[in-house]
């Protein structure tokens, strides 16, 4: 079983224009929501490949509701906290087609209150049985200190999961402590843990030997378009996704990470993980929701992807 932790979960607005220019009326082409959160993206890839997992985390107000429906509709088992108080946040990602990339803009969410906190640590507490992948990823939310945070990481040592994290700065470090099982930081979480120079292939290899030789088992280090170096304690891959016409690259590294957990989950091999991920990460990129991929194209991308061991 996998359970995917979004504290501080999103209903994303994707914002499609033309342009997008400075002091000028840039006219909106289209609007759609999706979800957002990133460790929802995740629940969102298991549950398309049918690998059993619960999704859980923190949700509040109408957008909770919204976004919870949304995650229901992918056939997602939701299994929340809801807060009286707050409204679940939204992103605003803005995709002007014709410069291509994307802004996101997110909200910072709502406070959670003590008893929030607490009813979090009992669902955990519940839910984690030994040998579940627990992944944390995603913003945290106002009102939760590094301290209680790295608590709930605890919860899954005490329950003897495998702790995932996607996860950045303080709360990252904090999470390092635990020796988990996977981390996926990008370029610039990487250098904010290690302060490597991503830019050198080199200077990552050693990052992530010093995270390696701290007990983490697997290190995911995304590179976005330039692809992924994988450390793992037999070695190195080099991965290079296929080149697609890119839509929107919002939620690429939550479906590369959720393929990548869909295969561990089913005990594949590094080299096989990881190049399905990157299918993934590259069909969610040429479309233009958060959460939206293709199954089939992915199947294509496949043997597009360049894998070197180091
Ligand atoms: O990674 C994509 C995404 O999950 C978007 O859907 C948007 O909701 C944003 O990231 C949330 O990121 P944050 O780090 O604020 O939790």
Redesign the pocket.
């Given at each position: 079983m996998v359970i995917t932790v979004?504290l501080?979960?999103?209903l994303?607005k994707i914002i499609l224009l033309k342009r997008l220019e400075k002091n000028k009326n840039n006219q909106i082409m289209e609007t759609v929501y999706?979800?957002?959160?990133?460790a929802?993206?995740i629940s969102v890839v298991l549950s398309a490949l049918y690998v059993e997992n619960i999704a859980t985390g923190i949700f509040a107000g109408k957008n909770g509701l919204r976004l919870q429906s949304l995650l229901e509709d992918k056939g997602v088992y939701c299994d929340f906290i809801w807060q009286g108080e707050g409204e679940t946040r939204e992103?605003f990602?803005i995709v002007p087609q014709e410069e291509g990339g994307s802004y996101?803009i997110?909200q910072r969410?709502f406070s959670i209150t003590r008893d929030t906190f607490k009813k979090m640590k009992s669902k955990l507490l519940d839910l984690i049985k030994e040998g579940d992948m627990v992944v944390f990823?995603?913003?945290p939310p106002p009102g939760i200190s590094i301290e209680e945070y790295k608590e709930l990481l605890q919860l899954v040592e005490k329950r003897k999961g495998k702790l995932i994290l996607d996860i950045?700065g303080p709360y990252l470090e904090a999470g390092l402590q635990l020796m988990p099982y996977l981390i996926k930081p990008n370029e610039y979480e990487f250098q904010e843990i290690t302060g490597m120079d991503t830019s050198k292939e080199k200077q990552c290899m050693l990052g992530i030997e010093r995270l390696l030789k701290q007990g983490i088992k697997i290190v995911a280090l995304s590179l976005g378009k330039r692809g992924s170096l994988i450390g793992t304690q037999e070695g190195f891959l080099r991965i290079i996704p296929p080149e697609v016409q890119e839509v929107n690259d919002?939620?690429?590294?939550?479906v590369f990470l959720g393929g990548a957990l869909a295969m561990l989950a089913q005990h594949k091999n590094i080299e096989e993980t990881f190049r399905f991920a990157t299918a993934m990460g590259a069909s969610k990129a040429t479309h233009r929701e958060?959460?939206k991929f293709s199954l089939n194209q992915t199947q294509r991308f496949l043997e597009q992807v360049k894998i070197e061991f180091l």
């Open positions: 979004t501080n979960p999103a994303d999706d979800i957002g959160g990133k929802t993206h992103s990602i996101m997110t969410g990823a995603g913003g950045r919002t939620g690429c590294g939550d958060s959460s």
